[in-house]
């Protein structure tokens, strides 16, 4: 009697694993809040919003957003980066075309700017698990620590 077991890895018509493909968050809201003495409106002490958008065609996108407010100054600090990615095995190849920035300061508006930086390739390590109410996590490791991100619906 012969018994076989047969993986099997989807992949898209790009070579791309089509489990990575779509959106992936990850982000945080601060508990404490600041009142405008002036309008009346509140908004948290800080808050962070971080996604990863792959596309089956083998393109990508990041974003980044932190905000923070401290005696009324609002803090804020973008990143978008665009490009392509392929996946092997266990890692995905990120090699960007674009890597904009842009931060600003209500209280220091002379601070303010925007940026392109050079873009960087890396390589980070990736697993799919499930958080603890079934959602499906994508946890990336670039080598200094992991950070994971749930899939949007």
């Known amino acids: 009697m012969?018994?076989?077991?047969?993986g099997i890895e989807v992949i898209s018509a790009f070579g791309q694993n089509a489990a990575l493909v779509g959106t992936w968050t990850n982000g945080s809201v601060g508990s404490i809040q600041y009142k405008d003495r002036v309008t009346g409106s509140t908004s948290p002490g800080r808050g962070s919003h971080f996604s990863y958008k792959f596309f089956a065609n083998g393109s990508y996108e990041f974003v980044g957003y932190m905000e923070s407010t401290m005696y009324s100054c609002r803090s804020t600090l973008f990143n978008q980066i665009t490009g392509k990615y392929r996946v092997d095995g266990s890692t995905i190849?990120?090699?960007?075309?674009?890597?904009?920035?842009?931060?600003?300061n209500s209280c220091a508006a002379s601070g303010n700017k925007q940026t392109a930086k050079t873009p960087v390739r890396k390589t980070v390590e990736f697993r799919q698990t499930m958080d603890d109410y079934g959602a499906t996590l994508l946890c990336l490791n670039d080598g200094t620590g992991?950070?994971?991100?749930?899939?949007?619906?």
Request: aromatic content about 16%.
């Open 2 to 6: 012969f018994v076989g077991i047969v």
């Open 146 to 153: 992991e950070t994971c991100y749930r899939r949007e619906k």
């Open 93 to 104: 190849d990120l090699d960007p075309a674009r890597d904009f920035w842009k931060s600003t």
